[in-house]
C-alpha cells in the first residue's frame, strides 16, 4: 500500500506554475527522492506534502486520510530543512524536547526519550549545547533527532547534505540511509544531486519545470532514462544525431553516422524522423575490447585525459564528438591522440529518444 | 575583544566631542537643580537640595510627574503590541502595500510634532468625538508618536530572521501561535524591548504634540516644568529634570540589563 499519495498536485503563482499535476505514489518505508535543477518544482512539492504551501489544486493522501487542509501541526510529518533550523536560543535537549513538550508527555519520558534520540544520532552528552556551538554536521544530526523523537509518519528531507563540505557529505549520505533503513520511516528527499539521489533513494522521480519527468528505481533512472533531460541531468551522456529507419523487434533502428544499428527506443518514434542516441561514456567500448555482436565505427582520438582510476578519451565520429572512459585497470589499451581505432556499443545499452 | 588602537586618534576625538555637546546639557540641568540661590542660573550660586526638596514637597511637580509615567507607561504597551504587530507583517508581507505601508507608519517621526498635536486637536475638536483634552485623546497622540520607534527597532530584528524556524516549529506540532511565541518572540525580544524603552522615553519627554491634547489641570511633566519657568523660573523645574533624566537612565539601564542577559543566556 502505498503511504504518500499526491494526486494532480498543482501550485501556480501569478502567471506560471511552479508544480503542474504531479502524481506520485511512495511506498511505506520507501526512500524517495525528488531530483532536479533549481526552480525546477521540487522544494514546492515538499512544502505542499510539509504544510507550508497551499495547492492550488490536487490532493495529498498519507495512508488513507486527505491531508491537504490540514494545518503542518496536525500533520505529523517531520521535516529537516536546508539550514536545519535548531532553535538558537534553546540548547540541544530542549530543541530534542520542543516536540516532546508539546505532546504533553511526562517529563520522565521526555528526558528518556532526548537521551535515546542522542544516542541514535551520536550525539550523546550534548544536550547542553546551543546552535551556535554545533558543526554543521552535528546541527543536522539534532535536527534529525528533533523531528525522529516525535515518530512522525513521514520524514520530509529538504537538500539536507548541501550546507555540508564534500567529505561529511560523502559520510552523512550513508549515515542517513542507513538510519532510514533502520527506521523504515518513509521519506521524501529534495536534492539536485544525482549521486545524492543515485545513492540513497529507492526511487527516484525527476522533475523539470514543475513536472516529474520519470519515475523509477536508480538503475532506472540512469541506465533507461526516457527524456533528454534526464540523460543529460543524470550523469554524463554522449548525445548523438541519427536518424530512425524502421524498427525490429521492440528496438529501434536507427542510422549514425552512415552505418545502421539497433537502439532501444520507445514505439512511437518514426521512420524517417531525426532522434539522439544516447549512450554512456563508460559504455563505449574500443579497439580490442570490441566484441562481434557490436557495430563497428571508425573513429579518431583527439585526446587523451588521464584521471586516475579512469582514462577519458574525445573521439571524433564522423562529423560528431564522442566521449568514451575507460576503467584505468591493469594491462588496458590506452590511446594515443591521432589514433584512428574501431569504436562501438551494446546497442542494449543505448537509447534512441526523440529529438 | 575588538582592537582599540585601530580606531584612528582623530575619530576618537570627534568622537569625544559629539559624546560632550549630547552630555553637556544634561549635566547643566544637574547642575542647576541643586543650585542653592533662588532663581534658575548657571553656573549654580553654591550647591544645594533645597530645590529637590522643593520638587519632592511640591503637589503640581509630583503628580505631573506620576501623570506622565503612567502616561509614557500606558502609551509604550500600547504601542509596543501595535508596533510589533505592524513591523510583524512589514517584514514578511511580499505585496506592494507592505512598502507603501512602512513610509505612511514612519510618518509622525518626520512630521513636526507641532503639526501633529495640531491636526490631531482639530481632528478632535471638529469631529467632536469627545477626545478633545482628555486622557484618551492624549493617549492616542502618544501612541502615534511613539509607535515608529518600536516599528523601527522590531523590523531591524525581524532583517535576517529565519522562517524556517517558525515551520520547524510548525511541523514538531506547534500551533501558528504557539510557534510565534515560542520561537519568534523570544528572539525578537530584544528588539521589542529596545523598541519599548525608545518609545518609553519619547512619550516621557514629549512636549509638542503635548501642548494642544493636555488634559486641563492634568499637566505631563514636561508641560509642568514649562509653566513653571514662564510664571516663576525657579529652579524646581531642573530639580524635575534630575528626577526625569534618572528615570530615563534607569529604565535604560536596567532594560539594557535585561536584554544583555537574555544575550549571555543564549550563548
Known sequence: MSDIRLVNLTKSY?????????????GEGEFFSLLGPSGCGKSTTLRMIAGFIRPTSGQIFVGRDDITALPPERRDIGIVFQNYAIFPHMNVAENIAFGLKLRKLPKAEIARRIEAALKQVGLAGYDDR??????????????????????PRILLLDEPLSALDKGLREEMKFWIKDLQKKLRITTVYVTHDQDEALTMSDRIGVMSKSRIVQVGSPQEIYERPKTLFVTSFI??????????????????????????????????????ASAKLVVRPENILMGAALGDGEPRLAATVLSETYQGALVRYRLKLGSQEIVAERQNQAHVERFAPGTEIM????????????? | MRDEAAVSLLFKAVAMLTLVVLLLPVVIVVLAGLNAGDYLTFPPKGLSLRWVVAFLGSATFMSAYVYSFV?????????????TLASLYLSRSRSGAAAALRGFFMLPVVLPGVVLGLALYIFYVTTDIGLARTFAGLLIGHVLVTCPFVIATVTASMVGFDLSLEEAARSLGASPWTAFRKITLRLIAPGISAGAIFAFIVSFGQFETTLFLTVPNHEPLPMAMYISLRYKFEPTAAAAGIFAIALVALSTVVSSRLVSLRRVFRA
Open chain 1, 14 to 26: 501569478g502567471e506560471g506554475n511552479a508544480v503542474s499535476e504531479v502524481n506520485l505514489e511512495i
Open chain 1, 130 to 151: 546551543y546552535q551556535r556551538q554545533l558543526s554543521g554536521g552535528e546541527q543536522q544530526r539534532v535536527a534529525l533527532a528533533r523531528v525522529l523523537v516525535t515518530e
Open chain 1, 235 to 272: 550523469g554524463h551522456s554522449n548525445v548523438l544525431d541519427v536518424t530512425v529507419t524502421g524498427r525490429e523487434g521492440d528496438m529501434a533502428v536507427v542510422v549514425l553516422d552512415g552505418r545502421e544499428m539497433r537502439a532501444r527506443g520507445a514505439a512511437d518514434l518514426k521512420p524517417g
Open chain 1, 343 to 355: 569504436i562501438g556499443w551494446d546497442p542494449g545499452w543505448s537509447e534512441a529518444l526523440t529529438a
Open chain 2, 71 to 83: 502616561l509614557a507607561l500606558v502609551a509604550t504597551l500600547i504601542s509596543t503590541v501595535i508596533g
